[in-house]
């Protein structure tokens, strides 16, 4: 629900023109504190399958295997960055091709005037 929000939120923001900008802003510190989330849990995954691989095997290669595969496997990253990212563009490029529609029709009644 968060999620379909914040996209929304963006996606409404770049077409509200100036006053979206403070909505676009919030949505974008919401994404920061989120990526930093998910580096934190990623981080605090990585640990924890160290510390279980090192306690299983007594360190040595097998704990660096099952660390690299463990943090992986426990967190998922949910991309927040790169979603509004994809997010804006789309909406740009929809607001693009909406401006140049609109221009289009508007040279098409200009020749019927004149």
């Known amino acids: ?5 914040l996209w ?3 996606r409404r923001s770049l ?7 403070h909505v676009l802003v919030r949505a974008l510190k919401v994404v920061e504190s989120q990526e930093a989330l998910d580096a934190l849990l990623e ?6 399958a160290n ?5 299983k095997s007594g360190g040595g290669a097998a704990s660096s295997s099952s660390g690299d595969g463990g943090g992986g496997d426990v967190v998922v990253k949910k991309g927040f960055k790169r979603r509004v990212l994809l997010e804006v563009r789309e909406a740009v490029e929809e607001r693009f091709t909406m401006t140049v529609d ?3 029709s508007d040279e098409g009644d200009e020749d019927d005037l004149g």
């Open 1 to 5: 629900r968060l999620e379909k929000t």
């Open 8 to 10: 929304r939120s963006v």
């Open 15 to 21: 077409f509200a023109g100036r006053g979206g900008c």
């Open 43 to 48: 981080a605090r995954a990585r640990e924890n």
């Open 51 to 55: 510390a279980a691989g090192n306690s």
């Open 102 to 104: 609109i221009l289009m």
